[in-house]
């Protein structure tokens, strides 16, 4: 089944202690979340309902709650509980995210590093 539609969330900040180092964990960390949520979302854009949509503000509150509780060494695992999270709120449908660490400590290196995570995405035959 194609899901033509999505909502697409940008620019999330999330403070969250995950790193390998005992420092990152013990301090904390700024990461970026960007995600989408696909579906048909033709019945909610004919009737005005958002009963027929994904409420995204359920997500942002849920997601901000869970960041302040989670304490993992991985981008990777952190990147599972957001999944997991999205789940819990939607159901199985396809998601993806992208959940990037701010600032890693790495000497000399001023970028961000990022993971790429989907559920269901290529199955439902959506662009990759």
Known sequence: ???PDWIH???LRLWAHVG???LERAQGQWFELEFWLAGDLAEA???DRLAASFDYALAITALQCQARQVCCLTIEHYSE???DCLETLYGLIPLRL???KCQAPVPGFGGRVAVRRQR???EAGLPC
Do not use: K
């Open 20 to 22: 390998v180092l005992e």
């Open 1 to 3: 089944m194609t899901h």
């Open 98 to 100: 992208d959940l990037a």
């Open 120 to 122: 269901r995405w290529r």
């Open 81 to 83: 509980l957001v999944l």
């Open 45 to 47: 854009a004919r009737s």
């Open 9 to 11: 969330v940008q620019g």
